[in-house]
């Protein structure tokens, strides 16, 4: 049965000014019609598309040799394939490049049913088609239908049938006709789409049945012949190894050359390459043989009568197509004069194997093995090729050699195993099993081995986590990752395990890297993995150029026992990239980046702790704390035991129980453990296969201490049971390459003293080196301790060198630089705090991403504290803490309160004013003598300016202070405010600026009212003893002063007038006050106006003047609040 190539004919054929490859608004047309004339004679560029190029040369040989020949096309070869059964031999001749779906199917089906089929063509079943009816008069098969959808990427055919190469993965799953490279069937795939060589045969291939009768028989031992001219071309097929080669295949010629067009991708590509042309045959399971020349012009060796270059036949290959076509049982009956009859092969048996050379019996997975032997045919051939499978005989890969041969695998699988070697001899027959040798697999298992990528270095820079998706076949631990270095990869590299839902399970850096090559990092603790799982393993990249191979998935996964790897059309890509840090998911032409996870059986695997809590040497532990252990697989739950024993070996009493869905056993203390005592925890537990703990089944901690009675020194700002509310917070990410996270408190003391170091509260996951440091509020470094001899979690300490001696009143900030982890309480410094003699502001927490010194304010505790000893002589009381707050506004009329830093004796006096009145009331002492409070008879007068002091105490040790004074102002009646600013706090307490400066803020009232005192906030920097504020009208005239008395170190500050100054309303008017420096601000504030009761603030406004001490200030910039403020009434 002979096909034409019809529907190449119409593909090609431009009349009417289109064709598959002109015209059309794509540059191509994407349906031709059958009812249209075409030239079919031509200059060479042309005439080789058409019959008499490459078709008419083999007819005019069938014909003289007398052969029985069926003609059909290749169209009919879709709608009538049931005629391809009434024939022995089924020929594609020439250049048949356009398939449909049922044509190939029809084909392949006559195959399966035995028949046997010839490639004499090239570029064979390139492109799919498909068939419409012509829309003239709806006569089928009518039309020629290829949207070519390779060459636009893209599912542009409307219909669900794919219509771009056969090959192509990328668009449609087999069943659509897509992801089927053609020499699944045909032996051969397309790859030189121009080229012309000579068909070439070596002193092996022409001891073959192919080349019987011929002078190929003869050659010397290692030399070769060149056929017909131009035979291997102008379109040629390769014997590809992607996957889809047939087994059994055998080659019987080798034509080596360069080519100027070679196909680089699935069909839009060529660039210059060389090409490795065979002749190819195998044997179908149905017996029939398959032939493939893999070449448009083979005809031309057969008869010299054809369009196109002119070349001479070559009776070597006419005597080959004698032999072919007996052995598929055709015969001539008016044989070519110089040709001999031939017969067909009666050989049916398969050549056999020795293994001279084979695996050791234990082998390791993932390395590499080489296997050696020899073969024999004893059935009248000879040997024409030698192939293995590594997989049970479900693939066979060609090995080098023939009588002799041999090749190297790379050993997958766990357990028991086995390598299957095969003959084939020149009748395609061989061995369905092959000998067979056992192996015994050994653990860890991988995915790749030893396997070398496709390209070791992608050339990319860019920094990537690069990973791959997978599953494992049955259950086990994943002990580590592995990837594959170019020596251009360099840096750290980081490999993470992760779910599937994105939960990094595991981490570690890789360390001891070669140069290139495989790479390979253990897990701490091996990740337990549960069969039909999917997991992603991946790692990190800061310099790319990371090892690729693109579509390595596109026709399908892998199964390396106990990995399975999806691919495929249809399927999520296995090879997937991303962010640095996070889990890779994004994908690119199913690349195989080669990142590799390594696994372990159950029984490889030791049982261990992979968690504690406590931790190991962890310190201020809760004494009602709960002591967990995690182990890394399950156990048999009546081992399972904990016990605990404080350092004189008493053992604390409660019980222990086991969640095996988390394997988890935990000991609940029947009562609390004793503070401040080192516990040791012993666990107990035996898995199924009878193994103990081999690691982490013992450990120590020690619990929190008691907590120091207020004012104890040395002193700190926190307990040891202070726990932060934010556990571990991780802003590494924030940093860049070398910075560190610098984190503190800014704080003062009320007495003389000095600070011997700090303590600060480390949770599970604050690694790195710690350093900290004693900064003066200027930024500079008055003393630093790099942290040594570190617990793994709870309150840590170090100690300077030299105390470090502080003066009262004077801000510092204490404080730890590390690698961007830590823990925090939010909000915990929004209000100042006093303990003992520390005091912090408003606002003491402090941070700097990268800097040394901490220099930005925050409300967050970031529990960094001070180890502060009082000066010996420092017998001393202090107060801690008003109620009211110095400098507080709009308060609520109540008691007030005043606290010291221990008791204190009678004999003192409590007096509070309003103006020049004063307050009647009462005083009494607390129980312990640590407070006093001040009861008023009656109530406080509102929106009132309140001045409060407390003379002569005297503590119980004979400290004495002389005397204490605060002021705050109470609310309106009506609760309305009585300031502008209330009780804010700036953004910066200490600018950097030591020059004396006007500041001030300009306001209007939309309603009358009384200016009873003025107000600012001190800033840390500003060292002036006492202050003035001026209240100034809108023609710059003086209405009022006040002189600040009592002021505090920082804070609020109230001086009240002499007497209210009443304005009416509409008026404008302005407060401000002299500083000498290091003032108090907060940028931007005034970009919008700001409005309390009737005062609103004007635009622009933060008002400003250098160079006239205590003058009107009338500059402005960047809006900003200089905290200048006034307490009035309605």
Same mark, same amino acid.
């Given at each position: ?817 590390? =690698? /961007?982890?830590?823990?925090? $309480? #939010? @909000?915990? !410094?929004?209000?100042?705090? *006093?303990?003992?003699? +520390? ?46 707050? =110095? /400098?507080?506004?709009?308060? $609520? #009329? @109540?008691? !007030?309160?005043?606290?010291? *830093?221990?008791?204190? +004796? ?225």
């Amino acid at each position: 049965m002979y096909q034409t190539s019809d529907p190449t004919w119409q593909a090609y054929n431009s009349y009417g000014g289109a064709s598959f490859y002109q015209g059309g608004t794509a540059g191509r047309a994407f349906k031709v019609s059958y009812n249209r004339p075409f030239a079919t004679r031509g200059d060479a560029s042309t005439a080789r598309d058409f019959y008499f190029g490459a078709e008419f040369p083999l007819v005019r040989f069938l014909e003289r040799n007398g052969y029985d020949v069926s003609y059909l096309s290749g169209v009919d070869t879709d709608r009538r394939g049931a005629l391809l059964k009434n024939h022995r031999v089924f020929i594609s001749a020439g250049h048949d490049e356009y398939w449909s779906g049922a044509q190939r199917a029809n084909i392949q089906s006559a195959r399966d049913a035995g028949v046997n089929l010839q490639f004499l063509s090239g570029n064979e079943g390139y492109w799919r088609t498909r068939y419409e009816n012509s829309p003239v008069d709806g006569g089928a098969y009518r039309t020629l239908v290829s949207y070519k959808e390779t060459l636009s990427n893209a599912k542009i055919d409307p219909s669900n049938e794919w219509t771009g190469t056969w090959r192509d993965p990328r668009f449609a799953t087999p069943a659509n006709g897509g992801a089927s490279p053609e020499n699944a069937l045909t032996g051969t795939a397309y790859v030189v789409n121009d080229g012309l060589l000579p068909v070439t045969v070596n002193a092996d291939e022409g001891r073959t049945r192919l080349w019987r009768n011929t002078s190929l028989t003869s050659l010397s031992p290692g030399t070769k012949a060149e056929l017909a001219p131009n035979t291997v071309g102008y379109e040629s097929d390769e014997d590809l190894f992607n996957g889809f080669r047939p087994p059994g295949l055998i080659r019987l010629s080798t034509t080596v050359g360069d080519v100027p067009q070679y196909l680089q991708d699935f069909g839009n590509t060529v660039r210059p390459g060389r090409t490795t042309h065979h002749l190819t045959m195998y044997r179908a399971s149905s017996r029939a043989l398959v032939f493939s020349a893999g070449s448009i012009q083979w005809s031309w060796g057969l008869d010299a009568t054809h369009d196109g270059l002119q070349s001479p036949s070559d009776q070597r290959m006419q005597q080959a197509q004698i032999n072919l076509l007996a052995d598929m049982g055709a015969q001539p009956t008016t044989l070519m004069s110089g040709l001999v009859a031939a017969q067909a092969s009666t050989d049916d048996q398969a050549p056999t194997v020795t293994i001279t050379s084979r695996p050791p019996q234990s082998v390791q997975n993932g390395r590499s093995y080489t296997v050696a032997g020899s073969a024999v045919d004893t059935g009248g051939g000879v040997v024409a090729g030698v192939e293995y499978s590594t997989d049970g005989g479900v693939s066979w890969s060609p090995a080098t050699g023939t009588t002799s041969w041999t090749f190297s695998y790379i050993q997958h699988g766990l357990g028991p195993a086995s390598v299957r070697v095969r003959a084939i001899d020149d009748s395609a027959n061989t061995d369905p099993t092959g000998t067979v040798v056992s192996v015994d697999v050994a653990s860890p298992a991988s995915i790749f081995g030893d396997t070398v990528p496709q390209s070791a270095d992608s050339g990319d820079p860019s920094a990537v986590e690069l990973g791959l998706r997978f599953s494992v076949s049955r259950d086990g631990y994943l002990a580590g990752a592995r990837f594959y270095k170019s020596v251009a990869n360099t840096g750290t590299h980081i490999g993470s395990l992760w779910s599937a839902n994105g939960a990094r399970l595991a981490q570690a850096t890789f360390t001891g890297e070669t140069a290139s090559g495989w790479q390979e990092v253990r897990f701490s603790t091996p990740v337990q993995v549960t069969a039909g799982t999917t997991y992603t393993v991946s790692y990190s990249t800061t310099s790319g150029r990371y090892a690729y191979e693109p579509w390595a998935f596109a026709y399908g996964g892998l199964s390396r026992e106990p990995f399975q790897v999806a691919g495929g059309a249809g399927s999520a890509s296995a090879g997937v990239y991303g962010a640095i840090g996070s889990m890779p998911t994004s994908s690119y032409q199913n690349t195989n980046y080669s990142v590799d996870a390594i696994f372990e059986g159950a029984g490889a695997v030791p049982l261990a702790t992979v968690d504690q809590y406590p931790l190991n040497t962890a310190v201020s532990v809760a004494v009602d704390s709960e002591i967990r252990a995690v182990l890394n697989k399950p156990v048999d739950p009546a081992t399972v035991s904990i016990v605990v024993r404080d350092a004189a070996g008493a053992q604390a009493s409660g019980a222990t129980t086991w969640d095996g869905n988390t394997r988890t056993a935990t000991f609940k203390p029947s009562q609390a453990l004793q503070r401040n005592t080192q516990y040791t925890v012993t666990v107990g537990a035996k898995d199924a296969a009878g193994q103990s703990l081999t690691s982490g089944a013992s450990w120590s901690f020690r619990t929190v201490k008691p907590d120091t009675p207020p004012g104890t020194c040395p002193c700190s700002l926190y307990q040891d049971s202070t726990r932060p509310a934010l556990e571990l917070v991780d802003d590494s990410s924030l940093l860049a390459s070398g910075q560190r996270l610098t984190l503190g408190t800014r704080f003062t003391t009320v007495v003389p003293g000095a600070v011997t170091g700090l303590r600060f509260y480390k949770a599970a996951g604050m690694t790195g080196t710690h350093i900290g440091t004693l900064f003066s509020a200027d930024g500079t470094a008055l003393s630093t301790v790099t942290v040594s001899s570190e617990t793994a979690s709870g309150w840590q300490q170090a100690t300077f060198n030299a105390p470090v001696q502080l003066s009262p009143g004077v801000d510092y900030v204490i404080a730890l630089s590390g =690698n /961007g982890t830590y823990s925090a $309480t #939010p @909000g915990d !410094l929004d209000a100042a705090k *006093s303990v003992g003699p +520390l005091r912090t502001g408003a606002r003491a927490g402090a941070f700097s991403y990268g800097g040394a010194f901490p220099n930005n304010a925050s409300s967050t505790s970031y529990l960094v504290d001070p180890v502060f000893a009082p000066a010996p002589s420092a017998a001393s009381v202090s107060v801690t803490a008003t109620s009211p707050a =110095n /400098g507080a506004a709009d308060t $609520t #009329p @109540g008691p !007030l309160s005043i606290r010291f *830093s221990q008791p204190v +004796l009678d004999g003192y006096t409590f007096r509070v004013t309003a103006g020049a009145n004063a307050i009647a009331g009462t005083t009494r002492r607390s129980a312990d003598g640590t407070s006093l409070t001040f009861e008023p008879t009656g109530a406080l007068p509102a929106a009132t300016v309140i001045s409060a002091s407390v003379e002569n105490i005297s503590a119980a040790n004979g400290a004495k202070l002389a005397r204490t004074a605060w002021t705050f102002s109470t609310a309106s009646a009506a609760g309305n405010p009585t300031t502008l600013l209330g009780n804010s706090v700036p953004a910066v307490t200490d600018a950097a600026d030591p020059a004396p400066v006007s500041l001030g803020v300009q306001l209007s009232t939309s309603r009358p009212i009384d200016i009873r005192a003025l107000r600012f906030y001190k800033g840390s920097k500003d060292s002036a003893g006492s202050h003035t504020a001026t209240l100034w009208d809108s023609a710059g005239n003086s209405l009022a002063t006040a002189k600040f008395t009592d002021e505090t170190a920082s804070g609020w500050q109230t001086a009240v007038l002499d007497r209210p100054v009443r304005l009416p309303a509409g008026s404008m008017f302005t407060v401000s006050y002299q500083a000498v420096g290091g003032y108090a601000y907060t940028g931007g504030a005034f970009s919008a106006p700001i409005s309390s009761g009737p005062l609103t603030s004007t635009t622009p406004n933060g008002r400003y003047s250098y160079g006239q001490p205590g003058g009107l200030p009338l500059q402005s910039w960047n809006a900003t609040n200089y905290f200048t403020d006034l307490v009035f009434s309605e």
